[in-house]
């Protein structure tokens, strides 16, 4: 499984920016995607997931009601909408995704994802 990460880019303090997240996996309701980011100095963390089905999210508390994650399987593409930008945001931003038997489950640990995208740049300007 392939994916393809596209979207990031410089922005200022309060703007948006959609990324994109297009996977070569044929029978895409059983997988579970994840974006994940990774700021200078600092580890990967987890930014949100979703389920194969698109009905089941997860969101680290610092992008609760600022991110939206979700997919359309006919396109085989994931997507994160991030709004009110902020300047720790700034990072390098992954997409995953990982098989999972059931349609219904979001994996919610970098552990649980086999297949990763090239990574694209956020930067969020003050």
């Known amino acids: 499984v392939q994916l393809q990460a596209s979207g990031g880019g410089l922005v200022q303090a309060g703007d948006s920016l959609r990324l994109s997240c297009a996977s070569s996996?044929?029978?895409?309701?059983?997988?579970?995607m994840g974006w994940f980011r990774q700021a200078p100095g600092k580890e990967r963390d987890i930014v949100a997931t979703?389920?194969?089905?698109?009905?089941?999210?997860y969101y680290e508390d610092s992008v609760k009601g600022r991110f939206t994650i979700s997919r359309d399987n006919a396109k085989n593409t994931a997507y994160l909408q991030m709004n009110s930008l902020k300047p720790e945001d700034t990072a390098v931003y992954y997409c995953a995704t990982g098989f999972t038997s059931s349609t219904r489950v979001r994996l919610t640990s970098a552990g649980g994802y086999k297949y990763w995208g090239q990574g694209t740049l956020v930067t969020v300007s003050s």
């Open positions: 996996a044929r029978t895409s309701s059983h997988y579970s």
């Open positions: 979703i389920s194969g089905s698109g009905d089941l999210t």
